[in-house]
């Protein structure tokens, strides 16, 4: 028979030293004061009438504020505004607001719109549709489906910019 025997001394010092340990914390004031008043800041501009599209894409595309979205969708990195040239067709370049990467390798969309969009319906009971301002942010997103969908532009995509998109969310 062989015996084996383990020495679990060193056990008990680590849990010691694991029970009185102090992890430490960002400070109350770097927090504070500088996330949360980007957060607010962002709150108070999606609030305002005087706000436009690109003022809030611009506040988000500045890298001290992109932890924002990268918070929010659990991303690994964002990128904003960045052009994509369609490559078997002749149409002009599209420019989705943000690509927002994630673990998986593959990349989102983000597109921002005013709280201030016309919602609902129009027509009659028995002929209702969405607005036109709803109509054209549903297009908007069906060319972005048609670009991501063909794959020439999303080789050519994935080359240039060194990740991949295809049928974002």
Not at 69 to 86: D, G, H, K, N, P
Not at 102 to 120: C, H, M, R
Not at 140 to 157: A, L, M, S
Request: glycine share 2%; hydrophobic share 30%.
């Amino acid at each position: 028979k062989d015996a084996y025997g383990f020495d679990f001394s060193i056990f008990n010092r680590l849990i010691e030293h694991d029970c009185r340990y102090t992890y430490p914390l960002p400070s109350n004031y770097d927090y504070k004061h500088s996330k949360l008043q980007k957060i607010n800041r962002l709150i108070e501009m999606v609030g305002s009438n005087e706000t436009k599209e690109t003022d809030i894409t611009q506040f988000l595309s500045n890298p001290e504020n992109q932890f924002i979205l990268i918070m929010r969708f659990c991303a690994m990195s964002i990128t904003s505004e960045t052009t994509c040239v369609w490559q078997s067709v002749e149409k002009d370049p599209i420019r989705p607001d943000f690509f927002i990467l994630q673990t998986n390798g593959f990349a989102d969309i983000v597109e921002f719109k005013l709280p201030s969009v016309e919602l609902g319906t129009v027509g009659r009971d028995n002929r209702e549709s969405f607005s036109s301002q709803i109509n054209s942010y549903v297009s908007q997103t069906r060319t972005y489906r048609n670009y991501f969908d063909d794959p020439n532009n999303r080789v050519w995509f994935e080359e240039k910019y060194k990740f991949k998109v295809y049928r974002p969310r």
